[in-house]
């Protein structure tokens, strides 16, 4: 079974950057489509960002074009999400999740499967 660690996160100053990691565990990587996803507190999850297995990105968010990107590198099993010009209202528990087949990312991200736990990013002065 494929799980998921999310690490990256943290307090920054409107303006900064971070880059998120999604390292995956249990199974390889190259066969999932994999998606970032946001959840503010009293807010309902947001999808952000997508990679397929092939690389290509799908943006969820308009709010973040621009400004974020999605990475992958499979040998590392591991997909990044680099944040710049970070905004207060991108603070939120981000997390990644997998889909099987990965082709393409799906159009809604109730298709992924469960969500790692996230990491927290705060942004604020």
């Known amino acids: 079974q494929l799980q998921f660690v999310e690490s990256g996160g943290g307090l920054v100053q409107p303006g900064g950057s971070l880059r998120l990691s999604c390292a995956a565990s249990?199974?390889?990587?190259?066969?999932?489509?994999i998606g970032w996803s946001r959840q503010a507190p009293g807010k309902e999850r947001e999808g952000v960002l997508c990679?397929?297995?092939?690389?290509?990105?799908?943006n969820y968010a308009r709010s973040v074009e621009g400004r974020f990107t999605i990475s992958r590198d499979n040998a590392k099993n591991t997909v990044y999400l680099q944040m710049n010009s970070l905004k207060p209202e991108d603070t939120a528990v981000y997390s990644c999740?997998?889909?099987?087949?990965?082709?393409?990312?799906?159009?809604?991200?109730?298709?992924?499967?469960?969500w790692g736990q996230g990491t927290q990013v705060t942004v604020s002065s």
């Open positions: 999740a997998g889909l099987s087949g990965g082709y393409v990312c799906p159009r809604s991200i109730s298709d992924f499967g469960s």
């Open positions: 990679v397929s297995n092939s690389g290509r990105a799908t």
């Open positions: 249990g199974l390889s990587l190259n066969y999932y489509a």
